[in-house]
């Protein structure tokens, strides 16, 4: 089965960058579209991004378009989120999954689509 785990969270000043990173085991994640979401408190999850298994198809959330780049390195297992120029309001638990397809991204994203999460990494924007 395949376990996902997120990390490279923290806290980052507005304007600054980060990037989480997801990494897969039990199984190769070549196959498999994965996807990235976040819950802000008191929010609903949201789909930020999503990349096909390899990376030819990758679509974004509005809000972070121009911004967010999803990427992934199959050979390291691992799919990457870099987020420049970073605002307060990306203040959220970032959350990595993956399933058979990617769904649409933003509010409008289908959670059930995605078989496998990871645990959230938490990204706190703040000066």
């Known amino acids: 089965q395949l376990q996902l785990a997120a990390s490279g969270g923290g806290l980052v000043q507005p304007g600054g960058s980060r990037r989480p990173s997801c990494v897969g085991s039990?199984?190769?994640?070549?196959?498999?579209?994965i996807g990235w979401f976040r819950q802000a408190p008191g929010k609903e999850r949201e789909g930020v991004s999503c990349?096909?298994?390899?990376?030819?198809?990758?679509n974004y959330a509005d809000s972070g378009k121009g911004r967010f780049t999803i990427s992934r390195d199959n050979a390291k297992n691992t799919v990457y989120l870099q987020m420049n120029s970073l605002k307060p309001e990306d203040t959220a638990v970032y959350y990595c999954?993956?399933?058979?397809?990617?769904?649409?991204?933003?509010?409008?994203?289908?959670?059930?689509?995605?078989?496998?999460w990871g645990q959230g990494t938490r990204v706190t924007v703040s000066s």
């Open positions: 999954a993956a399933g058979p397809y990617c769904s649409e991204v933003g509010d409008t994203v289908d959670l059930y689509v995605y078989d496998y």
């Open positions: 039990g199984l190769p994640i070549d196959y498999y579209p």
């Open positions: 990349i096909s298994g390899y990376g030819i198809y990758t």
